[in-house]
């Protein structure tokens, strides 16, 4: 498996599945789960408001996967995820490898080969971006799938240092 760090927009990456930072309502917010459902457009939301209708009458759970289609994304599919809430006391790093295990768990049930993510949790959820780091590549590196490429997508350049940091360790 390739892994690589870029700093760029999640939402133009040519990738099979890009991964967002949703909360459990799965029906929207700011960041990174704003700018997906923008470029997504409003047939995201409404996929997302099904998936709420029929599988998940009570929102998708900290550290739980689900999969839409992409709609207008160059992905073909969103793989929404929901990373702990620091300012809730989700202090568990588990939770957090989580999001990136149980993500690439469904990108590969999908047939995916490569998949994007942004940083879960280091935005609004709260969590340092060198904790953040350290605990998806050490998740994805533990992985055993059949994705070739997985893609960490940075939006500053010190989360894209913590992020090469960590891909630099052996
Ligand atoms: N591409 C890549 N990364 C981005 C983009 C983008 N277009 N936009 C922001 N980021 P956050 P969280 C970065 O807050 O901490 C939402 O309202 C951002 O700079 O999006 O998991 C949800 O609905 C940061 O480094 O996600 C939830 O309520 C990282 O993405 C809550 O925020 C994650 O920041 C989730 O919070």
Same mark, same amino acid.
């Given at each position: 498996?390739?892994?690589?760090?870029?700093?760029?927009? !999640?939402?133009?990456? $040519?990738?099979?599945?890009?991964?967002?930072?949703?909360?459990?309502?799965?029906?929207?917010?700011?960041?990174?789960?704003?700018? !997906?459902?923008?470029?997504?457009?409003?047939?995201?939301?409404?996929?997302?408001?099904?998936? #709420?209708?029929?599988?998940?009458? $009570?929102?998708?759970?900290?550290?739980?996967?689900?999969?839409?289609?992409?709609?207008?994304?160059?992905?073909?599919?969103? !793989?929404?995820?929901?990373?702990?809430?620091?300012?809730?006391?989700?202090? $568990?790093?588990?939770?957090?490898?989580?999001?990136?295990?149980?993500?690439?768990?469904?990108?590969?049930?999908?047939?995916?080969?490569?998949?994007?993510?942004?940083?879960?949790?280091?935005?609004?959820?709260?969590?340092?971006?060198?904790?953040?780091?350290?605990?998806?590549?050490?998740?994805?590196?533990?992985?055993?799938?059949? !994705?070739? #490429?997985? #893609?960490?997508?940075?939006?500053?350049?010190?989360?894209?240092?913590?992020?090469?940091?960590?891909? $630099?360790?052996?």
């Amino acid at each position: 498996m390739k892994l690589e760090a870029v700093l760029g927009d !999640i939402t133009t990456q $040519d990738v099979d599945a890009v991964v967002n930072a949703a909360n459990s309502s799965l029906l929207g917010g700011g960041g990174v789960d704003g700018a !997906i459902h923008a470029a997504a457009g409003p047939e995201l939301l409404a996929a997302c408001r099904e998936l #709420r209708r029929t599988a998940l009458p $009570d929102g998708l759970p900290v550290g739980e996967a689900v999969a839409t289609p992409g709609f207008r994304l160059p992905a073909r599919w969103v !793989i929404h995820t929901v990373g702990p809430n620091r300012h809730r006391g989700q202090t $568990d790093p588990a939770l957090l490898s989580s999001c990136f295990t149980r993500s690439l768990d469904v990108a590969d049930g999908l047939g995916a080969s490569s998949v994007a993510f942004p940083a879960v949790s280091g935005g609004v959820y709260g969590w340092a971006m060198d904790e953040v780091a350290r605990i998806a590549v050490e998740a994805v590196r533990g992985g055993v799938t059949g !994705i070739e #490429r997985v #893609r960490f997508v940075l939006f500053s350049p010190d989360s894209l240092d913590a992020f090469r940091t960590e891909l $630099d360790r052996a």
